[in-house]
Structure formats: structure tokens, C-alpha cells
DNA sequence: CGTAATATTGCAACATTATTGCAATAACAC
DNA sequence: GTGTTATTGCAATAATGTTGCAATATTACG
């Protein structure tokens, strides 16, 4: 079981209190994530989970992560935001701001897709991520 | 000035009335998208427009002009949905599922983006539309 | 041109997703 | 254990988009 501890940095130790803390919101959220290949809206993560936790306090789970590079945002068609975990590819540099997904049209769901994306070029702008979003239907919406 | 009556096709003369009517707020919508080269969302769309237009109707006609063509919708890192005119390189059947766009993380500004973007193939599902979002700072808020 | 049919609009209310302020709680360093 | 403060929960609010329905305006056609 893949626990939040594991992302926190080595750091000193502070002389007050830590800056992160492993609560079991928290690690309800990494759980939740863990289990599903899909990635997940916040309603999802909130449905899914065991733990009773506050809808905000999912929210800003789920932002916090994508700050923490513990997880990256996709958003769908509808406009909602989609969580999932960071794979190692991720962790290594190379996928971490270069997405690819596919969401069906009919189900909403999103998963990620293993795709090389490639970041182009653009006259006068630096480019810092690329998000590629594939739609169509899924296996299950087109039987 | 583009105008929305080009688009209606040609069709036989209906018993009673057509399935289409131009209006001057289809018009209105027209002429703003095509006076921005940006992509615009409904409440950019409604600012610009001169004319005095509701906010659902503007919702409802860009909706409208997606569905046939006219328009293409992407939606950006908010969730928010923009929208521009089809290109002619749309109209050709080469670009019309197939867009690219760039969008300033700062100021939210989204801009089409003329990039060859290829339709990678997924097992066991067909996809139907790709769209490439690359996100950075644009010229203004990295200056 | 006048008229009838109906596509379209405007309005009000509602739905969904996400955010903010603040007091209460709980995790961590010591 | 205790103090500090990150985190949570709650309530209220914001932002974006949708729905139902009556009023309006466009179009085909005589």
C-alpha cells in the first residue's frame, strides 16, 4: 500500500512543526488513486473513498497534490478536473508535464494513455506543458 | 463581414419555415469571433458584442455553431470553454477534429495554433477528436 | 405585402463544479 | 505530554453552464 510518508522530502527538521502533514484524508485520497487506473474527479475520489471527508477538504487534497507533483490534472470535456497519480515515468522527468489521455464522449471517463507527446515549438513563447486529450468512445459505451 | 447566411445550406424550400434562421444575435456572435483572433469564451463574446444580447442565448449560439461546424470549442485549464471560427483549413476536413492551442497560464488568453497534430491509434477504441493544449506565458505577461 | 408556422430569444430559476473565510481539530517536533 | 500550526469541516459564495417556458422575430409562401 502505497502510503503518502513515501513523497515527503528528506528535509531538517524544522524547529516548530512540519510543513506537511500525513492525515488520513490525505491517505485516503493516495489509496483511492492507487486502486483506480482511471483518473479521477473529486465527486469520484469522494464517492470512492472509505474514510467520511469533507468535499472541500478533498478539493484542496487533490490541488495540493498537483502542486507536490504527487499527481497531474486533466481536464475533461465537460470542464472538470481529473486526478491521477504521477507514474514513475512521470517522476523521472519526462512525462511529468507532457499528458497524453483519452475520455469517452458518452461515459465521461478519462484515463491516461501511454503515448510519446512531443513538445513543440512556438514563436516567442516558452511552452511548459503539454496536454494532449483524446476523445471517442470507450470499450464499454461502444458494445 | 463574414455573414452567418452563407453557411445555411442549400436546401429545398420547406412546406413551412426553415430549420435555420438568421438572427442578428447569430450575427453578432459571427462578427466578434471573426474580429478575434483569439479564441473566446461566452462572457468574452458577450463584452464584445454591441448589440445587447442575453447570456443564455450566447451560450446557446455557440453551442450551436459547434455543432455545425462553424465553430470549434476547447476548453482551457479552467474549465472554461472557448470558442473560434473554423479555419478553411478546417472546412477541408483536415484540421476540423484535430486542433492545437495555446494557452497563457497568467492571463488565460487561448489562441489557436497552426501545428500538424496527428491522430495517434488506441486499441480497441476509436478516437474521434484530438486536442493538443500547450500552456505557458504568453508575449505580454512573460514581458 | 400579409399571414401562419415555428425557430429563436429572453427571463427566471436551477445545476454543477470549485473557492474562500474562519473556527475547530489534529499532527508533529520537542 | 505540550505547544505550535498545518489541516480539516462547515457555511457561504463564486463561476460557469443548463432548463423550462412564454414572448418574439424570421422565414416560406400565398
Redesign the interface.
Known amino acids: 500500500m502505497l502510503q503518502y510518508y513515501v513523497f515527503l522530502p528528506n528535509r531538517k527538521a524544522p524547529k516548530v512543526a512540519t510543513e506537511r502533514r500525513n492525515t488520513k484524508q490525505k491517505q485516503g485520497v493516495i489509496d483511492v488513486l492507487k486502486e483506480h487506473k482511471e483518473a479521477l474527479s473529486a465527486d469520484e475520489v469522494l464517492d470512492k473513498l472509505d474514510l467520511k471527508v469533507n468535499r472541500v477538504t478533498v478539493y484542496r487534497i487533490l490541488e495540493r497534490f498537483e502542486q507536490e507533483g504527487i499527481a497531474h490534472r486533466v481536464?475533461?470535456?465537460?470542464?472538470?478536473?481529473y486526478y491521477a497519480l504521477c507514474s514513475d515515468a512521470c517522476d523521472s522527468g519526462h512525462h511529468h508535464d507532457r499528458h497524453?489521455h483519452?475520455q469517452c464522449?458518452s461515459c465521461k471517463s478519462l484515463r491516461c494513455?501511454d503515448?510519446e507527446v512531443i513538445r513543440?515549438k512556438?514563436d516567442?513563447?516558452?511552452?511548459?506543458?503539454?496536454?494532449?486529450?483524446?476523445?471517442?468512445?470507450?470499450?464499454s459505451c461502444?458494445a
Open positions: 481536464v475533461g470535456l465537460e470542464g472538470k478536473s497524453a483519452f464522449k494513455v503515448a513543440p512556438l516567442n513563447v516558452k511552452i511548459e506543458s503539454v496536454s494532449v486529450l483524446l476523445t471517442g468512445l470507450c470499450e461502444s
